[in-house]
């Protein structure tokens, strides 16, 4: 079975630093590429960073550019989401998604970690 | 940057009816489009790639159409489980936006 298990969310201060993981199985991990999208309380989906499966290519969505720091360890079959200057708008569940190739769509996710900025 | 809409925001529909959601992009973005179904609580789950390519393990009443800029997903004969809310993403340039998402709830 392909699966994604994210962990790391928790009660962050603003200002302050977490960092999320996401363990993959079940499928060739380095032939993917991965996501992070996040979705506020009560709101829509919001993609915020794509790492291709060899690390060459990496985006990330404006409101992040500067703060998060995405990256994988293929070895590891493991992604992760360096997050820095939390603020409360970034709190919201993470999810990581695999790109699942054609045109990139995103076709196994995990289950989500709640990350709280708050004081 | 590319951006999403959706229409409507919200529908409410019975058992059996055939709903159809509109997705428009704010430039052509070819076929890069993928909608997703999203129960409360859960991860959102992929349901069509390249704007009508059905996943695999999806229903057959699910089904989309389009190119370029406007998209449609229709759900023909609503079934209990697909009352749900429904976002378009697109993959076509970064960044990859979702759609604002649309809520079919139970008339």
């Known amino acids: 079975e392909m699966l994604l298990v994210e962990s790391g969310g928790g009660l962050v201060q603003p200002g302050g630093s977490l960092r999320l993981s996401c363990a993959a199985s079940?499928?060739?991990?380095?032939?993917?590429?991965l996501n992070w999208v996040r979705q506020a309380p009560g709101k829509g989906l919001e993609w915020i960073s794509y790492i291709s499966g060899s690390t060459r290519t990496i985006y990330y969505t404006d409101s992040v550019k500067g703060r998060f720091t995405i990256s994988r360890d293929n070895a590891k079959n493991s992604l992760y989401l360096q997050m820095n200057n939390l603020r409360a708008e970034d709190t919201a569940v993470y999810y990581c998604?695999?790109?699942?190739?054609?045109?990139?769509?995103?076709?196994?996710w995990g289950q989500g970690t709640m990350v709280t900025v708050s004081s | 940057d590319i951006q999403m809409t959706q229409s409507p925001s919200s529908l409410s529909a019975s058992v059996g009816d055939r709903v159809t959601i509109t997705c428009r992009a704010s430039q052509s973005i070819s076929r890069f489009l993928h909608w997703y179904q999203q129960q409360p609580g859960k991860a959102p789950k992929l349901l069509l790639y390249?704007?009508?390519s059905l996943q695999s393990g999806v229903p057959s009443r699910f089904s989309g159409s389009g190119s370029g800029t406007n998209f449609t997903l229709t759900i023909s004969g609503l079934q209990p489980q697909d009352f749900a809310t429904y976002y378009c993403q697109q993959s076509y340039s970064t960044p990859f936006p979702f759609g604002p998402g649309t809520k079919v709830d139970i008339k």
């Open positions: 998604a695999r790109g699942g190739g054609v045109n990139d769509a995103l076709d196994i």
């Open positions: 079940g499928f060739t991990f380095s032939s993917y590429s």
């Open positions: 390249a704007a009508s």
